[in-house]
């Protein structure tokens, strides 16, 4: 199903989540559910709540369901909501209960029949003018932000916040930007940005383990292995900038499953991390020196320029394999290269054999 709808915007109040995207995480049990956070269950619900109004039949009964209304049997909860039992299914629907964000009511103790309704709707989820109908099993749900950020305040009242693995997917696809002017990047990428960060998409391991509750390294860990699933493509840049995070499929999403790949190309110099250089006419004096390493100090002279140029390779195979950088450092001069004296004084020299030191 193609969309008309090209751009997603930090100002808009709720995200787009294809529902084939979505239910592929609970049929693969790669991604562990297990955070106080509790967003991806949230959002289970969403996908799985009617658009309009619809009949179901169960039974020998038939019952109405209205916009934002579901009707399941207790022991599908566990599956949808990714607990463990239905207990802690029950559990999940109190909190959110007593959080404001639904509502529930069994409709038949014995069968263990259960109907659910979202709460605000029909102010989030019924229509705005840059989004696409959802239709019941197929397509689009929409996620209002607004529930989101409800939800972790209610989480950091009750206790510490933690996000499970599908929290911090879920999290990085509903903060993702396409076509946003106040964005670098966004308009040949979708990428994840938060609303503090200036408008630069960089994202670093020490800023989302602050919003995740995470230490670094199981963060890294965590890039990697959703980074390998196919589930996000990625560029890093050198010392502490950061990466710039790319969900996959959300170009699908928006355009249609016939969209144009799009090729990393530029992304440093977008984001004014590195500086395109001008052709020069006249390069009978230009000399470049490549190393595979950082350049001495020697060699920077007075009056010269230091270039570090970082591009990356990208397999054409795939557009969302995990780019490869190379790294060259050059000297630009007009004039002679020639290494200053009294500044470097080599590696130390060994002792000779049989001298006395």
Known sequence: MSCTQNKQLVCFPKSRILKRWFR???????????????????????????????????????????????????????????????AQAIELMDYFKDAGLLD????????????????????????????YYSYKG???????????RKLISVCKRNGNLIFSELDAIMDMWLHTILNDPTVKGSEYMPVVYYANMNGQPLLSYSYLARRWGWSKSRVGRFILKIEEAGIISRVSFSSSRGSVISPCLFREMIFGEDCEQLKLMRIGEILGIAKAVEPIEDNQNLEFSVQ?????????????????????????????????????????????????????????????QGVDQ
């Open 104 to 131: 529930y009511e069994m409709l038949d103790q014995d069968s263990g029949l259960l109907r659910f309704t979202i709460a605000n709707w029909k102010r989030n989820c019924v229509h705005l003018n840059y989004n």
């Open 292 to 352: 595979s390493g950082v350049p001495r100090t020697p060699i920077i002279f007075e009056g010269g320029k230091t270039l570090r140029i970082q591009v990356f390779r990208v397999p054409l195979s795939s557009f969302f394999a995990r780019p490869v950088p190379l790294i060259f450092y050059s000297s630009l001069d007009w004039g002679k290269l020639e290494l200053e004296t009294g500044l470097y004084r080599g590696p130390p020299k060994m002792p000779k």
């Open 24 to 86: 592929y995480h609970f049929d693969h049990k790669d991604f562990r559910n297990e955070g106080t956070l509790r967003l991806f269950s949230l959002m289970a619900l969403y996908s799985y709540a009617n658009f309009r109004s619809n009949c179901q039949h169960i039974g020998d009964q038939w019952y109405m369901e209205g916009p934002g209304q579901w009707i399941c049997r207790v022991s599908a909860l566990p599956r949808i909501l990714r607990v463990h039992s239905k």
């Open 138 to 148: 197929s397509g689009f749900f929409f996620f209002p932000l607004s529930e989101g």
